[in-house]
């Protein structure tokens, strides 16, 4: 039966941080501000994906989590049961879930099969349809070596084959090939598309955290999701116990995955910096982005897309473990003249990161810099949306061919 409207269903596997579910809200307000016909439902693990707002037409359907832990092995977030167990449950609602929706296009962020294959029946089950099936991945995965082991475990490279019709890259060549290194087959280069990056934007809704906001100017220092962030804050800290004179008021933004104890031990140094304030979380920290002077990060995909975003002067600190993505970004970034990048190799010296936040305020904006297409992420994602929508469905064949 023909619909009058039109759905896509992405995927987002979550098992850590905030970065895949935030770029996947992204993409789906985009494209229902874009298309008042279209429907988006978004099928996430993220234990706080209802702490985030959506718009109408996006929902969501939260999947059992899970965790992975240091050692590599994943286990259920929240749940007293067997992983393998928790893995049947998530592909079996992904399953039921992309049948009853029925969409016309599936995305799938980042994981090719989805977290420990779970997504391969799903991928089946479209492919059957002859639903487009599209790949989206981040500027950059990994250090190449590490990615090409990964990938040669997961399977990866024979279900972009298998199954996708398009890869979606959401960055630009000249900043990182997120597959350098990966053997992959002329038919799958060919199918790879850069988008640029995606572009945020202010929220409407208010933030309720605006009343934590010093009145003057101030800078931002966020972790992301916090998990692996008490590096940064514990430097950042250091710096203002060194110097508490000398360096503007700052806003710290721990993050939900935070630990609790590393959470209240930072909040006791807190008060007692007069020109330092934090809070644990903002679902809108856009809002808190757009009103900074300076940002301190570690640089993931999402802080990046608002700092070219805002056109706020960065100062990237990134992980170096477990992957090398953020470091890699940040160094790209760098060379470009985007960002500053300030790595730790050499010890947390309190004076070093006093330098750098003082810096930090004759720091050139992004916007100094031409980079053709640099944010052109979510009209052409939109775009190429709407030409797959266009195309519609053809017989069931083991990969389609894109449309011209």
Same mark, same amino acid.
């Given at each position: 039966? @023909?619909?009058?409207?039109?759905?896509?269903?992405?995927?987002?596997?979550?098992? &850590?941080?905030?970065?895949? /579910?935030?770029?996947?809200?992204?993409?789906?307000?985009?494209?229902?501000?874009?298309?008042?016909?279209?429907?988006?439902?978004?099928?996430?693990?993220?234990?706080?994906?209802?702490?985030?707002? &959506?718009?109408? *037409?996006?929902?969501?359907?939260?999947?059992?989590?899970?965790?992975?832990?240091?050692?590599?092995?994943?286990?259920?977030?929240?749940?007293?049961?067997?992983?393998?167990?928790?893995?049947?449950? *998530?592909?079996?609602?992904?399953?039921?879930?992309?049948?009853? &929706?029925?969409?016309?296009?599936?995305?799938?962020?980042?994981?090719?099969?989805?977290?420990?294959?779970?997504?391969?029946?799903?991928?089946?089950?479209?492919?059957?349809?002859?639903?487009?099936?599209? !790949?989206?991945?981040?500027?950059?995965?990994?250090?190449?070596?590490?990615?090409?082991?990964?990938?040669?475990?997961?399977?990866?490279?024979?279900?972009?084959?298998?199954?996708?019709?398009?890869?979606?890259?959401?960055? /630009?060549?000249?900043?990182?090939?997120? /597959?350098?290194?990966?053997?992959?087959? @002329?038919?799958?280069?060919? %199918?790879?598309?850069?988008?640029?990056?995606? *572009?945020?934007?202010?929220?409407?809704?208010?933030?309720?955290?605006?009343?934590?906001?010093?009145?003057?100017? &101030? !800078?931002?220092?966020?972790?992301?999701?916090?998990?692996?962030?008490?590096? !940064?804050?514990?430097?950042?800290?250091?710096?203002?116990?060194?110097?508490?004179?000398?360096?503007?008021?700052?806003?710290?933004?721990?993050?939900?995955?935070?630990?609790?104890? /590393?959470?209240?031990?930072?909040? @006791?140094?807190?008060?007692?910096?007069?020109?330092?304030?934090?809070?644990?979380?903002?679902?809108?920290?856009?809002?808190?982005?757009?009103?900074?002077?300076?940002?301190?990060?570690?640089?993931?995909? =999402?802080?990046?897309?608002?700092?070219?975003?805002?056109?706020?002067?960065?100062?990237?600190?990134?992980?170096?473990?477990?992957?090398?993505?953020?470091?890699? *970004?940040?160094? %790209?970034?760098?060379?470009?003249?985007?960002?500053?990048?300030?790595?730790?190799?050499?010890?947390?010296?309190?004076?070093?990161?006093?330098?750098?936040?003082?810096?930090?305020?004759?720091?050139?904006?992004?916007?100094?810099?031409?980079?053709?297409?640099?944010?052109?992420?979510?009209?052409?994602? =939109?775009?190429?949306?709407?030409?797959? !929508?266009?195309?519609?469905?053809?017989?069931?064949?083991?990969?389609?061919?894109?449309?011209?």
């Amino acid at each position: 039966m @023909a619909r009058d409207h039109k759905r896509i269903l992405i995927y987002s596997h979550d098992t &850590f941080g905030l970065g895949h /579910l935030r770029r996947c809200r992204a993409i789906a307000h985009s494209l229902v501000e874009a298309d008042s016909s279209l429907s988006v439902l978004i099928l996430s693990g993220s234990p706080i994906i209802g702490s985030f707002d &959506f718009r109408s *037409r996006v929902d969501f359907v939260r999947i059992p989590g899970v965790i992975k832990l240091r050692n590599g092995e994943y286990v259920s977030l929240n749940l007293h049961i067997d992983i393998e167990e928790t893995l049947a449950m *998530r592909s079996s609602i992904i399953r039921h879930t992309a049948d009853i &929706f029925d969409p016309d296009i599936l995305i799938v962020d980042k994981e090719p099969l989805g977290l420990r294959g779970e997504m391969r029946a799903t991928l089946d089950l479209m492919r059957d349809r002859a639903t487009p099936l599209i !790949l989206g991945l981040r500027d950059v995965m990994d250090d190449p070596n590490a990615l090409e082991n990964e990938w040669e475990r997961k399977n990866a490279v024979p279900a972009l084959s298998d199954y996708y019709n398009e890869v979606w890259v959401y960055g /630009l060549p000249q900043i990182c090939d997120p /597959l350098a290194g990966i053997e992959l087959p @002329a038919s799958v280069r060919r %199918r790879m598309i850069y988008t640029g990056y995606l *572009r945020r934007h202010v929220p409407t809704s208010v933030s309720a955290k605006l009343t934590e906001i010093p009145s003057g100017p &101030f !800078l931002l220092a966020t972790p992301g999701g916090g998990g692996d962030g008490d590096g !940064l804050i514990d430097w950042v800290l250091s710096a203002y116990e060194h110097d508490p004179g000398g360096l503007p008021p700052i806003l710290i933004v721990f993050g939900p995955f935070m630990l609790p104890d /590393l959470q209240a031990g930072f909040t @006791a140094r807190v008060a007692r910096l007069p020109k330092v304030r934090a809070i644990t979380f903002d679902a809108h920290v856009e809002t808190l982005m757009a009103r900074a002077t300076g940002i301190v990060a570690m640089g993931g995909y =999402n802080t990046f897309c608002e700092i070219l975003s805002f056109d706020k002067p960065a100062l990237i600190v990134p992980r170096t473990a477990p992957r090398l993505e953020q470091f890699i *970004r940040a160094q %790209r970034a760098a060379d470009l003249g985007l960002v500053a990048v300030l790595t730790d190799e050499a010890g947390r010296d309190p004076r070093t990161m006093v330098a750098a936040l003082m810096q930090l305020r004759q720091q050139a904006k992004p916007s100094s810099i031409v980079v053709p297409g640099l944010l052109d992420g979510m009209p052409n994602v =939109n775009r190429l949306v709407r030409k797959w !929508l266009n195309f519609g469905r053809a017989e069931p064949v083991r990969v389609a061919a894109a449309p011209a």
